[in-house]
C-alpha cells in the first residue's frame, strides 16, 4: 500500500517543478497567467496578434530557476472592525404646489341652436304678448305699404351670410371708409374663400362659436392679396350672440342696419327650416318706414325726414289658426313634400313669431341666410330651388294667395312686454 503521505509529497514536488506552467490541487490556488481582453470595436476587426503582445494568446516564457524552494506563506490575521453607525436622515417633507384648474374651452354649436337669450325681444312668442294701442292702422299701413305684391322669402340678394370664425384661415385688417363702427383698423379673422352678399349692400355676418362674438360688416370688398376688408361699415358686437338677451344698452349692437340691431337677429337657417321649426321672429325690410320715429327694440332713425307711415322696429303677426294653416297646405297638392314642409314651417313662425321692420328697401322680404354660404344646403334639404305650382314659385312667392289684410295684426314696442 503507498502510504498516503508518501503520495502527497510526489504531488507537491511536481507541482512544483512545474511552477511556470500552474497547477491546481486541493491545498491552494496555482498561479494564474495574466489574459488580455480583445476590443470589440470595429476598429480591431481582422488585426493578428502578436505573440506575447497580449493579443489572442502568449506563449508561456521558460523561469529561470526550475527548481525554487517552496515558502510556506504566514498567515494573517484580519483585524476585525467595528462598523460605525450611521444615522438615518429625516426626509424634509415638501408641500406640492397646487395647479391652477384650467377652464375648458366651451365650442357652441355654430348651426342647430337658436342665437340670442329667451328675452331677447324676436325669441319671445307673440302669445301673451300686448296688441298696439292702434293695431289696425298699422295693420293697414303694412298691407297697404305691399302695393299689391306680397313680400318674398329672400334667399337671394340683400341678405346675409352667416361663416363660422373657427373655419377661418387668417386675419384680415379692416378699413372703414366712413369710421361708423368699431372695426376700422382692427383685424378679424377671415378666410378667403368667404364671399359677400350680391347687390350693392354686400353684408358679411361671421360668429365665433367659442367666445361668441358676432361680426358685422357691410359694402364688403375683399382684398385677399393685402388681407384687407374695406367697409362702408362694420361692428363687433357687445355681448354672447348665444346668451345676449338684448335688454341693456351695453349688450345692443346699436351700429348694425337701418333699425340697430345685429344682422344675426331674426335671419333665418338651413338648419331651422330642417327642423320644421322657426323659434324666432323674421325680419323685413320694407319701403315705407318712417323718418319721423322707430319704436323699441330698435335703437336709432334710419333716414330722419323720409316720408314713410311704419316705424323701424314694428312688430307684425299673422292671426290664423293651425287649422287655417294646415288646410292652406293641402291645397298645394303639386308641391314636392319639403316644400309644402317649408310653407308650413314659415307660416307657423309668422303667427306664433310674427317679424319685425328691421331696414328700408326698394322691396319687402322676409330675409334668409343668403347663397354665398348657404345655398348647398338649401338645396339639400329642398327648399330651394323654387317649384312652379299655379303660376306661383314656392317657396318664394308662397304669401301671394294667402297674406291679406284682415290677418295682419300689430304688436305693442317691446318696452311694453310684460316683465
Not at 28 to 33: S, Y
Not at 310 to 325: C, D, H, Q, V, W
Not at 357 to 373: I, K, R, Y
Request: a neutral charge; hydrophobic letters at 30%.
Amino acid at each position: 500500500m503507498v502510504h498516503k503521505f508518501y503520495v502527497q509529497k510526489v504531488i507537491i514536488g511536481i507541482c512544483i517543478s512545474v511552477f511556470a506552467i500552474g497547477c491546481t490541487s486541493n491545498f491552494g490556488p496555482a498561479v494564474q497567467e495574466s489574459t488580455n481582453t480583445q476590443s470589440s470595436t470595429d476598429e480591431n476587426e481582422g488585426e493578428t496578434a502578436t505573440p506575447g503582445t497580449g493579443g489572442g494568446g502568449s506563449t508561456p516564457s521558460t523561469p529561470s530557476n526550475p527548481n525554487p524552494t517552496p515558502t510556506n506563506p504566514t498567515p494573517t490575521n484580519p483585524t476585525p472592525t467595528t462598523p460605525t453607525p450611521t444615522t438615518p436622515t429625516t426626509p424634509t417633507p415638501t408641500t406640492p404646489t397646487p395647479t391652477e384648474p384650467t377652464t375648458p374651452t366651451v365650442t357652441r354649436a355654430f348651426t342647430g341652436v337658436r342665437m340670442y337669450g329667451p328675452k331677447a325681444p324676436w325669441n319671445v312668442p307673440v302669445a301673451g304678448l300686448p296688441l298696439h294701442a292702434e293695431s289696425a292702422k298699422y295693420a293697414e299701413y303694412m298691407f297697404n305699404d305691399f302695393g299689391g305684391t306680397m313680400p318674398e322669402m329672400n334667399f337671394r340678394k340683400y341678405t346675409y351670410p352667416v361663416y363660422d370664425a373657427s373655419k377661418a384661415t387668417d386675419s384680415y385688417v379692416v378699413k372703414d371708409t366712413n369710421n361708423w363702427g368699431n372695426l376700422n383698423g382692427k383685424t378679424i379673422p377671415f378666410n378667403p374663400a368667404w364671399k359677400q352678399n350680391a347687390g350693392t349692400d354686400a353684408q358679411i355676418i361671421i360668429v365665433d362659436p367659442v367666445s361668441g362674438k358676432e361680426w358685422n360688416l357691410w359694402e364688403v370688398v375683399i382684398d385677399s392679396s393685402a388681407k384687407q376688408i374695406t367697409i362702408g361699415n362694420g361692428n363687433l358686437c357687445p355681448g354672447d350672440v348665444f346668451t345676449n338677451n338684448w335688454d341693456t344698452k351695453a349688450t345692443k349692437c346699436t351700429g348694425s342696419r337701418g333699425v340697430g340691431i345685429n344682422y344675426l337677429a331674426m335671419l333665418v337657417r338651413p338648419w331651422e327650416m330642417e327642423q320644421g321649426k322657426i323659434e324666432h321672429a323674421l325680419s323685413m325690410p320694407i319701403i315705407g318706414t318712417s323718418g319721423a320715429s322707430y319704436v323699441a327694440p330698435a335703437t336709432k332713425l334710419e333716414h330722419p325726414g323720409k316720408v314713410g307711415n311704419i316705424p323701424e322696429g314694428m312688430r307684425f303677426a299673422l292671426k290664423i289658426t293651425y287649422e287655417e294653416i294646415d288646410a292652406h297646405v293641402a291645397t298645394l297638392t303639386g308641391l314636392t313634400a319639403a316644400k309644402k314642409k317649408a310653407v308650413k314651417t314659415i307660416l307657423v313662425a309668422l303667427k306664433d313669431y310674427g317679424w319685425f321692420v328691421t331696414d328700408t328697401a326698394g322691396g319687402h322680404a322676409f330675409q334668409f341666410e343668403a347663397p354665398e354660404s348657404a345655398q348647398s344646403e338649401w338645396e339639400r334639404i329642398g327648399v330651394l330651388p323654387d317649384q312652379n305650382f299655379g303660376g306661383v314659385g314656392y317657396p318664394r312667392f308662397m304669401m301671394s294667395k294667402f297674406l291679406t289684410k284682415d290677418r295682419i295684426i300689430t304688436i305693442a314696442p317691446s318696452d311694453q312686454y310684460p316683465k
